[in-house]
């Protein structure tokens, strides 16, 4: 079979490797497309490098179906429609008993810690699955991961409905964000400087402004200013804005992951006495709540879906996601030769 495999210093390369059959309580997936996320593109960087290592294989936004189950595993069977949830908790540590293994200290996340889903097969522990209903097309479950992390942070945030959300970049995750908080009753406003993205957003029925555009915030919020901003953006302006946007007892909720540290304007967490809410990834039912909505058409996914490119091309594939040049979401189409 074929994996594609990150040999550090920027290099990807496809390589065929001998196909293992699943262990004990394992599952052996035959991929059909995995998505390229900001994740990998850190690691392309070389960013964690010390602990991806060499000749690692990426990858944990995906859909497949069940090519074969190891010894002892009872509940599915070749065909089966799947996706993954990516991670595993040691279950034992305080923070797994609390209810929040999602987080847990030793958590081990697929296609970061251990191989991950940019090949032909892919065995994971069966107790990883999770099912997908046969009418919802694969490509479009391999954006299921990015909207379960949209989930939870919508969950994160407790969102009412009537509220006014203000999200601070309009990225994949931040979209798909914007769409899930306006399934739930919010009224949303997504902040982009790209021409693009915001076309995208538009075109998604979403309401998008340059940050730049002081008119058309006010024209959204009228001198009300939001109840929750999501940070999405990964850059300070995006934290001062969301910040400065928001209403006395106001949410901010980071989902960006920030590279280096950043000034915070506390003054004004004292003042309107904000509350700061960090929001990493998700439960199961978040996984499971991410599947509904896109088999039942709430997130559009068709509109976010730029390009899908065979894992020969996976080094244009990344190329055209890091240029950012009219793409939003790039999948990887695994199943070639089978």
């Not at 065995?123 to 919802?136: E, K, N, Q």
Request: aromatic residues 4%; charged residues 20%; hydrophobic residues 45%.
């Amino acid at each position: 079979m074929r994996q594609v495999m990150y040999a550090g210093n920027r290099i990807m390369s496809v390589t065929d490797v001998r196909s293992v059959p699943p262990g004990p309580g394992e599952v052996q997936i035959r991929v059909a497309y995995t998505g390229i996320c900001g994740t990998d593109l850190h690691i392309l960087h070389g960013d964690m490098d010390a602990r991806v290592g060499p000749s690692a294989v990426l990858g944990h936004e995906m859909s497949g179906t069940v090519a074969e189950c190891g010894p002892g595993v009872s509940g599915w069977t070749p065909g089966d429609p799947v996706t993954v949830m990516p991670v595993r908790s040691c279950g034992g540590c305080r923070t797994c008993k609390s209810g929040n293994a999602h987080i847990c200290p030793d958590l081990e996340f697929l296609g970061i810690d251990s191989p991950g889903a940019m090949q032909e097969l892919w065995t994971v522990p069966a107790t990883l699955l999770v099912s997908l209903p046969r009418g919802l097309d694969l490509a479009h479950a391999a954006l299921v991961e990015p909207t379960a992390v949209a989930v939870h942070d919508v969950r994160r945030a407790e969102l009412r409905a009537g509220e006014r959300v203000l999200v601070a970049g309009g990225g994949p995750i931040g979209q798909l964000i914007a769409l899930v908080a306006g399934h739930a009753g919010a009224d949303v406003l997504v902040l982009e400087p790209d021409p693009y993205r915001r076309k995208v957003a538009a075109e998604l029925g979403l309401a998008c402004a340059d940050p730049a555009n002081a008119d058309a915030l006010h024209e959204w919020h009228g001198g009300h200013h939001a109840d929750v901003a999501f940070e999405v953006s990964g850059a300070a302006a995006g934290i001062e804005t969301a910040i400065e946007q928001l209403c006395p007892r106001g949410r901010l909720v980071l989902v960006a992951i920030h590279a280096r540290p950043r000034e915070v304007n506390l003054h004004r967490f004292f003042w309107r006495e904000l509350t700061l809410l960090g929001a990493r990834l998700y439960s199961r039912s978040d996984v499971e709540t991410a599947v509904h909505l896109l088999a039942t058409g709430a997130i559009p996914a068709a509109a976010l879906i730029s390009r899908i490119e065979p894992l020969e091309r996976t080094t244009e594939a990344f190329e055209a996601l890091e240029n950012g040049d009219g793409v939003m979401k790039v999948l990887l189409d695994c199943r070639g030769q089978q």
